[in-house]
């Protein structure tokens, strides 16, 4: 069974950074893509960035493009969200999400419980 945990979390001020953290068990994840995901209060699931399989191909949604960064490790079974100059507008609950083959916005079926980020300005 395929288990995903975020970490790195937490409440920073407007224009800091944080690096969230998913490591994944159950398999390795060498040909699983991998997506970040968030929901914020009041608001629908939304895509954030992804990687396929690969690790040679991300996207992004605009409203964090240029501002965070999406790597995998194989190595160490780790995905990673690198944030920088966060906004009030990013605080949310952010999910990360895989699937086996997948390309940089997959139909991703596994998922993480999740971790807050929250921005004060």
């Known amino acids: 069974q395929v288990h995903l945990v975020e970490s790195g979390g937490g409440s920073v001020q407007a224009g800091e950074s944080l690096t969230l953290s998913c490591v994944v068990s159950?398999?390795?994840?060498?040909?699983?893509?991998l997506g970040w995901f968030r929901r914020a209060p009041g608001k629908e699931r939304e895509f954030v960035a992804g990687?396929?399989?690969?690790?040679?191909?991300?996207e992004y949604a605009d409203s964090v493009k240029d501002r965070f960064t999406i790597s995998s490790e194989n190595g160490e079974n780790t995905a990673s969200l690198q944030m920088k100059d966060l906004k009030p507008d990013d605080t949310a609950i952010y999910y990360c999400?895989?699937?086996?083959?997948?390309?940089?916005?997959?139909?991703?079926?596994?998922w993480g419980q999740g971790t807050q980020v929250t921005v004060s300005s």
């Open positions: 999400a895989g699937q086996p083959w997948a390309g940089p916005r997959g139909n991703y079926y596994d």
């Open positions: 990687i396929n399989w690969q690790g040679d191909k991300t």
């Open positions: 159950g398999r390795p994840i060498g040909n699983y893509g």
